[in-house]
């Protein structure tokens, strides 16, 4: 695949220090090009270093240890204890 090339090779250029490697030629103005729910190819080209756009994998997908998991069950735990205070308050 073509494009699997392209993007192996932006990932390339993201991963290494800014102004070691010049921008891929090839790479100008590449999409996204994740499948969406319509079916159709993603046409976004603000690409982040995974080679994706922010919906296809360029923010976190959250924690993956177990202690990230806990912290994370913690904060939501704290949010919600935080939102029964506040609705008890107002009825
Ligand atoms: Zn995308």
């Known amino acids: 695949m073509a494009d699997e090339?392209?993007?192996k090779r932006y990932r390339e250029w993201a991963k290494s220090p800014f102004g070691t490697m010049p921008f891929p030629e090839e790479c100008r103005g590449?999409?996204?090009g994740a499948k969406t729910r319509k079916g159709t190819p993603c046409k976004l080209t603000s690409l982040y270093g995974s080679g994706r756009c922010k919906l296809h994998g360029g923010m976190s997908?959250?924690?993956k240890t177990p202690e990230g998991k806990a912290r994370q069950?913690?904060?939501?735990?704290?949010?919600?204890e935080k939102r029964r205070?506040?609705?008890?308050?107002?009825e």
């Open 85 to 90: 205070q506040t609705t008890s308050k107002t």
């Open 5 to 7: 090339h392209r993007r």
């Open 30 to 32: 590449m999409t996204c």
């Open 61 to 63: 997908t959250g924690a």
């Open 73 to 80: 069950l913690e904060g939501y735990r704290r949010w919600q």
